[in-house]
């Protein structure tokens, strides 16, 4: 039983596109995040969500936005795709109130072409 | 002073080798941190996480020593094996602040 799922998998779509990624975590965790990896391999946290408050790292274009239907699923949704942000994205969960493990999801590879 | 530097960006041991990554930072609020290990095509995963009250902590083949005062914390693989071929990050949060600081990763080849 998948704790941390995304879909899709594998993403590819033209510029100027708007996509989404959805995630969900049935781990009862109370945060969650989004995560850009690039073709280095660095992590970059783009987003960290709970039910109280969402923060964003001020590094992330604004037409990147994290939607959250309710506490177990965390979306994101891109507009006007760039080539620039062909990379894998990866949703993580954590449990505020019961330590610091983060999990994670496969990893959605977007291509932009 | 948010940063963790990790070291090397890759590494190439043969089998039954002990590799070691090291990772320092400067913040000296930091209180846990972490490993993971990422394969190919899918998530990283924790391997094993130590906190500052103790030097060293062993789970099977991993061991993550610790230095306090360097400020400097290391993973070493012992018997290593093929299928230890992996990204390794460090991490480190602070406090109740459970967002994690990245390294930016080494990745790991055991040659057989």
């Known amino acids: 039983d998948t704790a941390v799922s995304q879909t899709p998998k594998y993403l590819v779509t033209q510029m100027g596109n708007d996509k989404s990624i959805k995630c969900e975590q049935n781990l009862g965790h109370d945060t969650m995040y989004w995560y850009k990896q690039d073709s280095k391999k660095f992590l970059k946290i783009m987003f960290s969500?709970?039910?109280?408050?969402?923060?964003i790292n001020e590094t992330v274009p604004n037409r990147f936005s994290p939607k959250s239907p309710d506490k177990a699923h965390l979306n994101l949704h891109i507009n006007s795709l760039e080539l620039g942000d062909s990379a894998v994205y990866f949703c993580a969960s954590t449990n505020y109130l019961g330590g610091h493990e983060a999990f994670f999801g496969q990893g959605t590879r977007l291509t932009v072409v | 002073q948010q940063q963790v530097k990790q070291s090397p960006q890759s590494l190439i041991v043969q089998k039954g080798g002990i590799p070691i990554i090291n990772c320092a930072y400067e913040?000296?609020?930091?209180?846990?941190f972490p490993w993971y290990q990422q394969f190919p095509g899918k998530g990283p995963a924790l391997l094993i996480a130590i906190r500052p009250d103790v030097s060293e902590k062993k789970e099977g083949r991993f061991t993550i020593s610790f230095n306090k005062s360097a400020k400097q914390f290391s993973l070493h693989i012992m018997d290593s094996q093929p299928g230890d071929s992996a990204t390794y990050f460090c991490a480190a949060s602070e406090g109740s602040n459970y967002q994690l600081i990245w390294g930016a990763g080494t990745k790991l080849i055991i040659k057989p």
């Open positions: 969500y709970n039910n109280k408050e969402l923060i």
């Open positions: 913040n000296t609020a930091f209180d846990y």
